[in-house]
RNA sequence: GGCGCGGUAGCCAAGUGGUAAGGCAAGGGUCUGCAAAACCCUUAUUCGUCGGUUCGAUCCCGACCCGCGCCUCCA
């Protein structure tokens, strides 16, 4: 079975593959500059990783654009307040913004796109589409009139055929003729308010054209795949496919992909409720990025995630088993030969793993298929019935594992005792244990464990690894 | 009100028209000089409520209740 998807546009979950060649061509909505992301934001960038690493698993190449919006009303309210240049203000969270995805070992898009570093591509497109007359003008502000685009809602499937104008209270601050329109161009409302000069005019774009306009830039008219948080099916989204349609006569994206939302302690993330957490936060109360990473992997991208502390804990005692399982693998001492059964029930893992992921990526699934291996095998170690030839499968499940949830190697420690160290430390202790010399034997391992290093003494001999 | 998602053990959560994956927690055990660590075992007559279809429904249909998202900036 190939690889299947949901797709937005249709409701349904359907096969995926690109158009040409066995290039993706995707594009991501990345974040809005304007302070840290927070857990919620980084569920979506999660679950693009996801979606990369099982593209690239299933055999594509992938062509990936990510965003950064680096002007809107919010930065420039920010940046304003603090005095500082729009640039300033976002290279900051920018930086913060990648280093943060770093930690979280979330895999660079090939192409990361600043809107302001496409502020002319913008005017060029919205001058298009004036000429193709789906725009209008007010205040020297431009507006693309939904009417004008007969396809307006089916993403969000919605029906917007019995909408009048003025029916509406119109909340923005800008006069529309429609509730519903637009804005493709913001002409500055005071004259400290950064501006561009263009052909179009002075001002900055609006934040859907900057998608449309850098996605067809770095991808062409028609994209396989574009993915974002369910919140942004509408407008965002919607918007971006009337302003792209209308400008090429293409369709715009075959397959739509958005996550659910994330709760904290099942409650809505809000900052008036103090359960609003960025990663920093997070790594402040002392748990690991991989920890994070797993959580946030570990439900399906389509359903609601209730991020707890509980759910945290429960991360990382569920990557220890992982990583001591592989740890095991690697060390223990095995008898010649092979086990059927132990082979069969690696393959089934195997299958079932890639089965469960192809399966819309249905990561939970997936995640029962390497545990339930774990513990057949677990059980076949202590009994003696693992063998030395089913070792290579078993840790090419873990390989396979790590490839989409990449946790098992636990982030770096600035300080930590060298292997080496750690190594004669361990021949040091076995010495004293063979003298019974337990008192020095005990003093070595606290030493180690304060070091951050457990040691465990198993009938193949000992093995450490740090905390 | 419209559109969309969801309600499964203490918590997180998968899943199927034929009788409930997996993880965590909890309890028990194995190993060990003692520990630690590790590993194993046990834990839902039951899947929001009420009807219906069916030989049989957690899974299909209908109604209802509850939670969440979008409809205005938002992952």
Redesign the pocket.
């Known amino acids: 079975m190939p690889l299947q998807l949901h797709n ?1 546009l249709t ?1 349904k979950v359907e096969p995926f593959q690109p158009l040409a060649d066995n290039t993706v061509k995707m594009y991501t ?4 500059v304007y302070d840290y ?9 999660v679950f693009y990783d996801l979606l990369r690493r099982w593209l690239r698993a299933s055999g594509f190449a992938l062509n990936h654009v990510m965003n950064i ?1 680096d002007v ?3 930065i420039i309210r920010n940046a304003v307040a603090q005095g500082r240049s729009l640039r300033d203000y976002t290279d900051n969270f920018t930086k913060a913004f990648l280093d943060d995805c770093g930690t979280l070992r979330l895999e660079r898009p090939e192409h990361i796109a600043r809107a302001t570093d496409h502020i002319n591509e913008m005017a060029e497109a919205i001058a298009k589409l004036e000429a193709g007359g789906y725009t209008y003008r007010s205040d020297d502000s431009v507006y693309f009139r939904i009417s004008q685009f007969p396809g307006y809602g089916k993403l ?4 917007f055929s019995g909408m009048v104008a003025g029916a ?1 209270v119109d ?2 601050e800008y006069e529309k003729s429609d ?2 329109d ?1 804005a493709l161009w913001k002409a500055p409302k005071d004259k400290d308010e950064p501006a561009w000069d263009t052909c179009i005019g002075t001002g900055r774009p609006g ?2 054209i900057e998608c449309s306009v850098m996605a067809y830039q770095f991808l062409g008219a028609t994209l396989d795949l574009h993915a ?9 989204h919607e918007n971006e496919i009337a302003q792209s349609e209308a400008l090429t006569g293409q369709p715009f994206a075959r397959f739509w992909v ?6 904290v302690e ?4 809000s900052k008036s409720l103090g359960n609003f957490y960025t990663l920093r936060d997070l790594f402040s109360r002392g748990f690991t990025p991989e920890s994070v990473r797993f ?1 946030l992997a ?3 991208y ?5 991020f ?1 502390f ?2 945290l ?3 990382k ?2 990557i ?3 990583r ?2 592989k740890l ?1 693998l690697e060390t223990a001492k095995l008898a010649e030969g092979e086990n059927s059964e132990v082979q069969t029930a690696a393959e089934a893992a195997h299958t079932g793993f890639r089965a ?1 992921m192809d ?2 990526l ?11 291996f ?6 076949a ?2 009994g003696g019935t693992f063998l030395d030839g089913n070792r290579a499968r078993a840790l090419e499940l873990m390989v396979l594992f790590d490839s989409v949830f990449e946790i098992l190697k636990p982030s770096e420690t600035a300080d930590g005792i060298s292997a080496d160290d750690v190594e004669a430390q361990i021949a040091a ?1 076995a010495a ?2 063979k003298a019974r010399d ?2 020095r ?2 003093q070595i ?1 606290n030493e180690l ?1 304060e070091k951050g290093v ?6 193949d001999g000992v ?1 450490w ?1 740090r905390k």
Not at 362 to 372: K, P, R
């Open positions: 937005t409701q909505c990345g974040p809005t992301a927070h857990i919620g934001n980084f569920r979506t960038f919006t809107d009303d919010k969000s499937h919605n029906d509406r909340v923005d509730a519903r637009f934040w859907h974002g948080g369910v919140d942004l099916i509408f407008p965002h958005h996550s659910e939302f994330l709760l099942g409650q809505k993330m959580l570990s439900v399906p389509r359903k609601g995630l209730n707890t509980e759910g804990h429960s991360a005692t569920a220890d088993r992982l001591n399982f095991r469960a399966d819309d249905n990561t939970a699934e997936a995640l029962g298929a390497v545990f339930e774990l513990r057949a095998a677990n059980v170690l202590d202790r004293a244990k337990f008192a034997a005990d391992r464990l457990i040691l465990e003494d198993t009938k093995r690894k």
